[in-house]
């Protein structure tokens, strides 16, 4: 079994892409590139490794990928929609990309292939009703650690998103692999004028990609009373360029940062040390008398509906009802 989803390459480091794609983790040390007279050893070994079970499932079964539709706000998994799910072999069959983006955790520019997030959407697209479809704005790639990127399906119809297998010709490093979403921010530039969280996007280990909405998933954040056209774009904003971090717990909450006066959430956003800044977002003066105007407005309907509910409770000698 572990032999079929090899690739020719992978010869050079037959322990790590076996253990790779079983398990996600990379056995003892890394091992070194092999020269020729030696790689004949490592098939070997590599055959006495498959046979002996060593890097068979036994951590819980095969690597997948699944995709899922949400329309529940409570995000409970179980509550999702399974649409479609595929192994690596499956994902290693079908075609393959090559980019050359940098690396974040490096900076060096890395060759990447692996198979578009828009082919992925597409396939999983194709089995849920177009009533549904129609509801998708948001994409959530997440990982088994409990972290996720939101990804608004503009951007990711709009700019060709890798779910890389590889990197310079071997599998995914340990702190990556098996599975990673890489950004165009060197083939295609534009993509840093775009004010998302784009470093945020990288995400590794990714197991799951929902298919979902803004609304449906992050209502909470969205102001009952849109009179206010700065804080309506604001809203628009927060939830695209803020919420991937600031309601997934990579940041404070969104009352904590609403709850800040508007000195110092603009000294934040202004600094370049904020995680939000070096993450990619640009922020315009206008964007950012927007956002604040967003979070003032957040707060209020926040505070008024704390009083409303709370004084209903409390004796009339208290100021109850
Ligand atoms: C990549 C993740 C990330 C993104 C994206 C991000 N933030 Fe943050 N933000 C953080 C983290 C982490 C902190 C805490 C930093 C610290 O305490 O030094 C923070 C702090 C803040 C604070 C100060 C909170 C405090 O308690 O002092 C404000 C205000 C804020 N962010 C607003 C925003 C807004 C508005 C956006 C969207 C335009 C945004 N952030 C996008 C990660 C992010």
């Not at 892409?17 to 020729?36: D, E, H, M």
């Not at 069959?93 to 060759?111: I, R």
Request: aromatic share 8%.
């Amino acid at each position: 079994m572990a032999a079929s989803v090899l690739h020719w390459y992978d010869l050079d480091y037959p322990f790590s892409s076996c253990c790779n794609v079983k398990t996600g983790t990379w056995i003892g040390r890394r091992p070194q590139k092999l020269t020729a007279p030696f790689k004949i050893l490592g098939l070997l070994s590599l055959i006495a490794v498959a046979g002996s079970l060593s890097c068979s499932s036994s951590k819980g079964g095969e690597y997948t990928v699944s995709a899922y539709f949400s329309n529940n706000p409570e995000s409970s998994d179980t509550k999702d929609l399974l649409v479609k799910k595929w192994t690596l072999p499956e994902l290693k069959a079908m075609k393959q990309v090559t980019t050359h983006e940098k690396n974040p955790l490096t900076g060096g520019v890395a060759k990447w292939v692996g198979v578009p997030l828009a082919s992925l959407i597409e396939e999983a697209f194709k089995e849920i009703p177009a009533e549904k479809r129609a509801q998708v704005d948001l994409i959530i790639l997440k990982n088994d650690e409990g972290k996720q990127a939101l990804v608004p399906l503009f951007f990711s119809n709009r700019y060709p998103i890798l779910i890389a297998l590889h990197k310079d010709r071997m599998g995914l490093p340990p702190n990556m692999g098996p599975v990673y979403s890489v950004v165009p921010w060197t083939s295609k530039p534009k993509v840093l004028g775009e004010s998302v969280p784009l470093e945020s996007y990288f995400l590794s280990k990714i197991s799951k990609i929902e298919l979902t909405n803004y609304q449906v998933r992050y209502g909470h954040l969205f102001l009952k009373r849109m009179t206010d056209p700065a804080a309506v774009r604001g809203q628009k904003l927060f939830v695209q360029s803020c919420v991937t971090c600031h309601a997934t717990g990579r940041g404070p909450t969104v009352e904590v940062v609403a709850g800040l006066t508007e000195d110092q959430q603009r000294k934040m956003l202004e600094s370049g040390t904020h995680p939000g800044n070096q993450s990619g977002i640009k922020l315009s003066p206008k964007d950012l008398r927007a956002l604040m105007s967003y979070l003032k407005a957040y707060q209020q309907e926040k505070l008024v509906s704390q009083h409303g509910s709370a004084l209903q409770f409390l004796p009339k000698s208290l100021g109850g009802s």
